[in-house]
């Protein structure tokens, strides 16, 4: 099981960046899937997730401005980031779950695969 996350980098304040996470070696529509992000000396903060029946929660800090989809023909989840803001400034990670349980935004941060994370810097 593998998540391999691109698309990070460098905007201004206002500007918008879109994250992918391709997975391989498992089927990910049975699975949920979400993002966490971690900023230096911060806790890991759960920030969106998409369950088998394509229920959506966003993590109130990007309500509005991040959104959540996926492809399930390729695989990928994605995250489109709009209005970013300078506390936006993390590493972004995807991860995903069997236990749909705990499919919820707080414990993100917790399930079991996740990827190696890309850098989203917000000047």
């Known amino acids: 099981v593998q998540l391999v996350e691109s698309g990070g980098g460098s905007v201004q304040a206002g500007g918008s960046l879109s994250l992918s996470c391709v997975a391989s070696?498992?089927?990910?529509?049975?699975?949920?899937r979400g993002w966490f992000r971690q900023a230096p000396e911060k806790e890991r903060e759960g920030v969106a997730t998409?369950?088998?029946?394509?229920?959506?929660e966003y993590a109130d800090s990007v309500k509005g401005r991040f959104t959540i989809a996926k492809d399930n023909v390729n695989h990928t989840l994605y995250l489109r980031m709009d209005s970013l803001k300078p506390e936006d400034t993390a590493m972004y990670f995807c991860?995903?779950?069997?236990?749909?349980?705990?499919?919820?935004?707080?414990?993100?941060?917790?399930?079991?695969?996740r990827g190696q994370g890309t850098q989203v810097t917000v000047s």
């Open positions: 998409l369950d088998t029946h394509g229920a959506i």
């Open positions: 070696g498992y089927n990910p529509s049975t699975y949920c």
């Open positions: 991860a995903a779950t069997e236990y749909l349980d705990i499919c919820v935004v707080p414990y993100v941060p917790h399930f079991p695969t």
